[in-house]
Structure formats: structure tokens, C-alpha cells
């Protein structure tokens, strides 16, 4: 296994466009995560995934965006009528957890969306 | 709830002079700390972790971090800093209780000088 991947790696739309990025975790992996990086800052939380449930989405996940993930295995992040503001990097992030506190996540490259 | 302070946004060191670079965290409950490293166009990479084994934790390219609880302060430092060093460095908080999310800092963009 090559680790997690995510595509695109760049994504450039016009404003009121619809986009839809694709990550395919570590296949062991259990738990799939969702984060959003702008520039100068730290990648923020916005929702994950145990198997194919979606346990918790951030309020940063507006009702433009949603995410997927079918069978538990890969997962789509969709976000709708696209805002200057979304341009961002998308990161996914997958882990096996197995109650235990120890949760290292491993990264995909990220998507990086820029909106016109 | 969780947060992370890293103290500093930029720090410039000399090649192979130590590294530095601070970390505060708040955590209501026992926390899982991790530091990783973004190099430009290319994914975080894990560089150490901390889940209440050793306070000294050793990590990949002889990257240290030592759990401070009375501090709350997971500082990662590096006796001689080598050109290849130069990157993105975040300060990660984790709780099992919060689904295992983790709460990143700002980032701390080192600087090596040759």
C-alpha cells in the first residue's frame, strides 16, 4: 500500500460550480477524516468517518458541503455553488482505531481547490 | 477542549545549531500529542507522538519532544539543525474521547541558515 491519496491534487472552478474530491484511505484503515488547510494556518477539522458512518461533521462543514463514504472504503467530499471562500487545501486523513488512545493519522498530498 | 499554542510563527536558526520549537496545549482529558512536519507540495508526515508511554519521546530524524503535564508544553527540539530541516512544523492535541480528531496549531515555519 502506498499510503492515502487524494484526487485531484488541484481543482481550479468558477464561483456556483459544484466540485467533488475523492480520497482513498490506507485499506486497513477504519477511520477516515476530512480536514481544510488555508493558507498560514493549520489544517481545521471538518468531519470523519468510522467505516462508512459519519460520526461528526465541524460547523465549518457548511450545508454546501457533504461527504460520503460508501462501503467504507473510499470517500467523496462534495461542495456546492462553490465561494471565493472555499479555496482552500482539502485534506483527508485515514487510522485504525481500536479504542485505544493511541490515533496516529496518516495524510494524503491534499487537493488544493481554487474558486474564481 | 482541546487547543494548541504554538508560541512562535517563525523561528531561523543556523545549520547546526539546535532547534527549538514550543508548544502549549489545553486538554480536558489525558491527550495524545503529535508533531508533523509539511515540507512545501508534499503531505504531513508524522515526526512523533506521544500517547502516555515516556515523557521523552524520540522521533525520526532525531527529532525530540518531551512531555511537560505541570506545563502543559509538548516542545520538540533538535540538537543541530541541518538544511533539510527547513519546513512547516505543527503541534498536534488528540483526545479518544472527541473521536480522535486532532486539534492542530497555527504552524511554526523554520528557517535554516547555511
Known amino acids: 500500500d502506498t499510503g492515502v491519496s487524494q484526487n485531484p491534487r488541484h481543482k481550479i472552478t468558477k464561483r456556483g460550480q459544484n466540485v467533488t474530491f475523492r480520497c482513498d484511505p490506507i485499506?486497513?484503515?477504519?477511520?477516515l477524516y476530512w480536514y481544510r488547510q488555508t493558507l498560514g494556518q493549520g489544517p481545521e477539522f471538518l468531519t470523519y468517518?468510522?467505516?462508512?458512518?459519519?460520526?461528526?461533521k465541524s460547523r465549518l462543514l457548511s450545508d454546501r458541503f457533504s461527504a460520503e463514504r460508501p462501503k467504507g472504503s473510499f470517500s467523496t467530499l462534495e461542495i456546492q455553488r462553490t465561494e471565493q471562500g472555499d479555496s482552500a487545501m482539502y485534506l483527508c486523513?485515514?487510522?485504525?482505531?481500536?479504542?485505544?488512545?493511541?490515533?496516529?493519522?496518516?495524510f494524503g498530498p491534499g487537493t488544493r481547490l481554487t474558486v474564481l | 477542549a482541546q487547543s494548541v499554542t504554538q508560541l512562535d510563527s517563525h523561528v531561523s536558526v543556523s545549520e547546526g545549531t539546535p532547534v527549538l520549537l514550543r508548544c502549549n496545549y489545553s486538554?480536558?482529558?489525558?491527550?495524545?500529542l503529535f508533531w508533523y512536519v509539511q515540507h512545501p507540495n508534499k503531505g504531513l508526515q508524522l515526526l512523533l507522538k506521544?500517547?502516555?508511554?515516556?515523557?521523552l519521546v524520540k522521533g525520526i530524524n532525531g527529532f525530540e519532544a518531551e512531555f511537560k503535564k505541570s506545563e502543559t508544553s509538548f516542545h520538540l527540539t533538535k540538537p543541530s539543525a541541518h538544511m533539510s530541516d527547513a519546513a512547516e512544523y505543527f503541534c498536534?492535541?488528540?483526545?479518544?474521547?472527541?473521536?480522535?480528531?486532532?486539534?492542530f496549531g497555527t504552524g511554526t515555519s523554520l528557517t535554516v541558515i547555511p
Open positions: 486523513a485515514s487510522s485504525f482505531v481500536a479504542g485505544g488512545p493511541y490515533n496516529e493519522q496518516f
Open positions: 506521544y500517547t502516555s508511554a515516556a515523557t
Open positions: 485499506s486497513e484503515h477504519n477511520r
Open positions: 468517518f468510522q467505516n462508512e458512518a459519519q460520526l461528526e
Open positions: 486538554s480536558s482529558y489525558s491527550p495524545s
Open positions: 498536534v492535541v488528540s483526545e479518544r474521547d472527541t473521536g480522535n480528531q486532532f486539534y
